[in-house]
């Protein structure tokens, strides 16, 4: 490791960086909404308040027989996995209906909300309830999934079990990451102080330009870009990328990516993370290694 003023620097090649990037933008009265529905829910009371819900992500294909999406409710403790799910068989009526999530990490399934039925083009949800992993840097998974049911043929009441293996899920660290809108990014880098910086140098080298590069760290932070730094001009080598939010636990995180590309070479890019905790610095590195 080389050293640096109260932070430490070394160099990876992150060829296997996801280039597919959601852009994480959550509104006040979806989160409320979200909130309010969850609330409703016995087994949930104890969570407290939902820190970020995700975009819904498509589990199967629209033309399928089952069409999933699933919602990613993430708590101080806790996540819970919304699964919107409609019946596209006019034959079948489903019930007991259960999404099966098992991770070879150590998210914990503490509770089932199983729907009792579910009829042709209705959509209704179930739930499922994990304990987040104790430790601070466990913060991603990938669930394999499978949608259990009963189901009944024309109406009647003798039913079969079925199940339906639906994509995996993944959590990652960007579920963590509320993005926010810093007006002055300089003076709050300067306010949060460097006492839980930590600054490394990464070889982007599967990046075939700027552009490409601001929209992959943006998306994988899940943070939002200050002072327009998402737009990169063309004609430029270098760039410097402003990120701001708040992580689970509503600790404050700034990024400073400094960008150089090289034709041939890919993006280099010193990665500059503050925050008001140290371990959450920690992760937002992570997630780019």
């Given at each position: 490791y080389?050293?640096?003023?109260?932070s430490?620097?070394?160099?990876?090649d992150?060829?296997?960086?996801?280039?597919?990037?959601?852009q994480?933008?959550?509104?006040?009265?979806?989160q409320?909404k979200?909130?309010?529905q969850?609330a409703?829910?016995?087994?949930?009371?104890s969570?407290?308040?939902?820190?970020k819900?995700s975009?819904?992500v498509?589990l199967?294909?629209?033309?399928?027989?089952?069409v999933?999406?699933c919602?990613?409710h993430?708590?101080?403790?806790?996540?819970?996995?919304?699964?919107?799910?409609?019946?596209?068989i006019?034959?079948f009526?489903?019930?007991?209906?259960i999404?099966?999530?098992?991770?070879?990490?150590?998210?914990?399934?503490?509770s089932?909300?199983?729907?009792d039925?579910?009829g042709?083009?209705e959509?209704?949800?179930t739930?499922?309830?994990?304990?987040?992993?104790?430790?601070?840097?466990s913060?991603?998974?990938?669930?394999?999934?499978?949608?259990?049911?009963?189901?009944?043929?024309?109406?009647?009441?003798?039913?079969?079990?079925?199940?339906?293996?639906?994509?995996?899920?993944?959590?990652?660290?960007a579920?963590?990451?509320?993005?926010?809108?810093?007006?002055?990014?300089g003076s709050?880098?300067e306010?949060?102080?460097?006492g839980?910086?930590?600054?490394?140098?990464?070889?982007?080298?599967?990046?075939?330009?700027?552009?490409?590069?601001?929209?992959?760290v943006?998306?994988?932070?899940?943070m939002y870009?200050?002072?327009?730094?998402?737009v990169?001009?063309?004609?430029k080598n270098?760039?410097?990328?402003?990120?701001?939010g708040f992580?689970r636990?509503?600790?404050?995180?700034?990024?400073?990516?400094?960008?150089?590309?090289?034709?041939g070479s890919?993006?280099?890019?010193?990665?500059?993370v503050?925050?008001?905790?140290?371990?959450?610095a920690?992760v937002?590195v992570?997630?780019?290694?």
């Amino acid at each position: 490791y080389r050293k640096q003023s109260q932070s430490q620097s070394r160099s990876r090649d992150t060829n296997t960086l996801d280039t597919s990037v959601s852009q994480k933008t959550t509104t006040t009265s979806i989160q409320e909404k979200h909130s309010s529905q969850l609330a409703e829910i016995p087994q949930f009371a104890s969570f407290g308040s939902v820190f970020k819900s995700s975009k819904p992500v498509m589990l199967t294909e629209n033309e399928t027989e089952y069409v999933v999406r699933c919602i990613k409710h993430v708590f101080l403790h806790h996540i819970v996995f919304q699964f919107d799910i409609t019946n596209t068989i006019s034959e079948f009526e489903l019930r007991n209906l259960i999404v099966s999530m098992t991770n070879e990490d150590d998210f914990e399934t503490i509770s089932v909300i199983p729907l009792d039925s579910l009829g042709y083009e209705e959509e209704k949800s179930t739930y499922v309830a994990a304990r987040l992993p104790e430790d601070p840097f466990s913060v991603s998974g990938i669930f394999s999934c499978t949608l259990k049911f009963v189901c009944h043929e024309d109406e009647s009441e003798d039913g079969y079990e079925d199940e339906y293996q639906i994509e995996e899920l993944e959590v990652t660290t960007a579920d963590h990451v509320l993005p926010i809108s810093v007006p002055n990014f300089g003076s709050a880098w300067e306010d949060i102080g460097d006492g839980a910086e930590i600054v490394e140098v990464f070889e982007l080298s599967s990046m075939k330009s700027l552009k490409e590069a601001v929209t992959t760290v943006t998306g994988h932070l899940g943070m939002y870009p200050c002072e327009r730094t998402d737009v990169v001009e063309e004609s430029k080598n270098s760039h410097t990328l402003l990120l701001a939010g708040f992580y689970r636990g509503h600790h404050k995180v700034l990024v400073r990516a400094r960008l150089a590309f090289q034709m041939g070479s890919g993006v280099t890019m010193q990665l500059s993370v503050r925050s008001s905790d140290e371990d959450t610095a920690q992760v937002l590195v992570a997630a780019i290694g």
